[in-house]
């Protein structure tokens, strides 16, 4: 039996309910591939999409063997999607993008001459971002100032999941077993040579997102409490500070008792040092309880996905999947 050649870039790209615009990027992306200095394979991961995206995606993967299909079984995330595309990736090199066109694919012929300078990992920076609301400018900045302040690890600012891969990092990435993912930060805390291509990001070429505020704040949460432990020390710290307080409160009424002074007598300010300490006390535990949901989802140990259909993939050829990074084999076909 002949072993299928891997080729030399993999692209991946992670798509929910994108039918307005995959006509537009097959064609982006059939016409990169003519520019590229090796062979190239598309892996589109559905993640669970309800419109046409799972048809569209399968013919192209069925006519045309450049283009591979993963249908994930229900919606896992961006995140997961994203991982289940880099798990199957052959390629010397993985390009990860998303399929909105924001990401524009030209710019992976840049981040490939990066590559080929001796960089493990290339990422792209966005100088300018066209469509997007002043709030979320602000607090996408605001997010990534307080997490380099708070990690450990510095991440940089500007930067989403369009980035190249190289082989060595790719690997790394993959032995990395955590369920609640932040791919970004990730492959900051990897290492390896890395370095920035930038360019002004355009508007969506049709549709509409699909990472409204309620994604981003639950990624936003995933990346603090996934790379910073500073939160668990804030929590010690205010409850020795609110600890500190009653007791200079308490010592002021003891005082004040012991000198013949006034004691304001009644309930209201019972209830409101009360009320204050219980909040207080609510907060912390909140803190903690957070991280040991955490816990609590790693230690299941559930597959981070369960791929339901796979086309264009020569099963001779394909890398097994890591137990340690996803746990059972996911199924598939």
């Not at 299909?69 to 995140?79: A, D, E, K, T, V």
């Not at 004691?263 to 991280?291: K, Q």
Request: net charge positive.
């Amino acid at each position: 039996m002949q072993t299928a050649v891997s080729p030399v870039y993999s692209i991946v790209i992670p798509l929910f309910n994108e039918e307005a615009v995959l006509s537009v990027l097959a064609l982006r992306l059939e016409k990169l591939m003519t520019q590229l200095d090796g062979s190239a394979e598309v892996i589109f991961v559905d993640d669970g999409s309800t419109d046409t995206t799972g048809i569209f995606l399968r013919a192209k993967a069925r006519q045309d063997s450049r283009f591979k299909y993963i249908g994930l079984s229900r919606n896992f995330g961006q995140q997961c999607a994203m991982s289940a595309g880099m798990e199957a990736a052959r390629g010397q090199a993985a390009i990860v993008m998303d399929g909105d066109l924001q990401d524009p694919p030209e710019l992976i012929l840049e981040m490939i001459a990066k590559w080929r300078e001796g960089y493990s990992i290339v990422y792209a920076k966005r100088r300018a971002r066209e469509g997007e609301t002043p709030f979320k400018l602000r607090s996408s900045r605001l997010f990534y100032r307080s997490l380099n302040k708070l990690s450990s690890v510095p991440i940089p600012e500007d930067v989403g999941d369009f980035r190249l891969v190289g082989r060595d990092a790719l690997d790394a990435f993959l032995r990395m077993p955590e369920r609640d993912r932040f791919v970004r930060g990730m492959f900051a805390w990897l290492g390896f040579k890395q370095a920035a291509v930038e360019f002004d990001r355009p508007g969506r070429a049709a549709g509409i997102t699909k990472y409204p505020l309620r994604k981003m704040l639950r990624l936003a949460l995933t990346g603090l409490v996934s790379f910073s432990d500073v939160p668990l020390r804030l929590a010690i710290w205010g409850g020795i500070g609110v600890s500190f307080l009653a007791l200079l409160y308490g010592s002021y009424a003891i005082s004040l008792k012991l000198i013949g002074g006034h004691v304001i007598e009644g309930w209201a300010s019972t209830v409101v040092i009360v009320s204050f300490l219980c909040g207080a006390n609510m907060l912390m535990t909140g803190i903690i309880g957070l991280y040991i949901g955490r816990i609590h989802s790693e230690v299941k140990r559930r597959p981070l996905y369960i791929v339901s259909e796979r086309v264009g993939f020569d099963e001779a050829g394909a890398r097994p999947q890591l137990e340690s990074f996803a746990g059972p084999r996911a199924v598939g076909n």
